[in-house]
């Protein structure tokens, strides 16, 4: 994805230069700072699921961000200095075959070995169209050293017969996009940032036509986040991570169009 000059939020009182790119396994160490600034313990992603989703699905996971500048009296062209991107907000996401965000979907699989792998994360972001060939597959013994035995043991193929609904972790053929992380670094709060990520992410994801909608769980007291940015409210969600007490919200790209428009420049 290229990423995009935006136009300043009105709300911005430091008028920063800020654009929006996907997330990759490079960013990971900026991500789970951000996230454990941002939610209490239980509430967390943990490592492990932030490496797993930006690599099997980074393009559903982006970042608003600005650059460091270099001091407004360093005289130019003798200056050593290399400006450093800083990660003002993010959102991670996946996609699951349910409706709304389950606790299945918030998982990693349980069969993902070595996110390391290549041949592991090729597999992870299977479709259900090659879940049979993958049945096919005789399972690899545990403990093997070359190239080839690592890729066929780095994931375990499904031991299903049939598609299950509700499958663990991302799945890329679902239709609903799941939106697992949400957050701005307390510093850039109250100026608009997660309304300008939000609609983009909305913008972009309707325009590529991967799904049929994007769903999220939040606690009830952040609801007005999401109706602003053309979310609806579903009821009481069923999860019980972070000890439950969530509700599902939707953005439905089938249906009435959301108030979620966005300018963007260059
Ligand atoms: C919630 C959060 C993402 C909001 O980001 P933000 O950039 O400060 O929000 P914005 O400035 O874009 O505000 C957008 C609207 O949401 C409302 N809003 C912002 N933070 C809110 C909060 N914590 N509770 C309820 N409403 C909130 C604002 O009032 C604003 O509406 P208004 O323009 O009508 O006043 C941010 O506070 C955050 O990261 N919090 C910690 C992590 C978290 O709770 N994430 C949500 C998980 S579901």
Redesign the pocket.
């Known amino acids: 994805m290229q990423s995009m000059a935006l136009t300043f939020h009105p ?1 911005s009182a430091s008028k920063m230069h800020v654009y929006i790119r996907t997330l990759t396994i490079n960013d990971l160490d900026k991500v789970i700072e951000l996230e454990n600034a ?2 209490p313990e239980a509430e967390r992603g943990t490592p492990e699921k932030f490496k797993y989703r930006l690599t099997v699905c980074g393009e559903l996971c982006h970042g608003l961000f600005t650059m460091t500048k270099p001091h407004p009296d360093t005289p130019k062209g003798v200056s050593d200095f290399k400006p450093k991107e800083i990660l003002i ?1 993010m959102i991670i996401g996946s996609k699951t075959d349910a409706a709304l965000v389950t606790d299945a979907s918030m998982r990693v699989p349980s069969n993902t070995i070595n996110l390391t792998s290549e041949s592991a994360l090729d597999s992870a972001s299977h479709t259900k169209d090659d879940d049979d060939s993958q049945n096919k597959q005789p399972t690899a013994s545990a403990g093997s050293s070359t190239q080839a035995d690592a890729s066929s043991s780095a994931l375990q193929p499904l031991k299903v017969s049939k598609p299950v609904p509700d499958r663990e972790g991302h799945v890329e053929a679902g239709d609903t996009i799941c939106i697992h992380s ?3 670094a307390s510093s ?8 300008i990520l939000l609609k983009d992410y909305i913008s972009r994801m309707r325009d590529a036509g991967v799904s049929k909608r994007i769903a ?1 769980i ?2 009830r ?2 609801t ?2 999401y109706t ?1 940015a053309g979310f609806r409210y579903r009821g009481t969600s069923k999860v019980t991570h972070g000890g439950g007490d969530w509700v599902d919200m939707t953005y439905e790209f089938s249906g009435p169009p959301g108030k979620a428009t966005f300018r963007r420049q260059g």
């Open positions: 709300k941002s939610f907000a949400m957050c701005v850039y709060r109250g100026m608009g940032h997660s309304q999220l939040c606690h007291e952040i007005g986040v602003k």
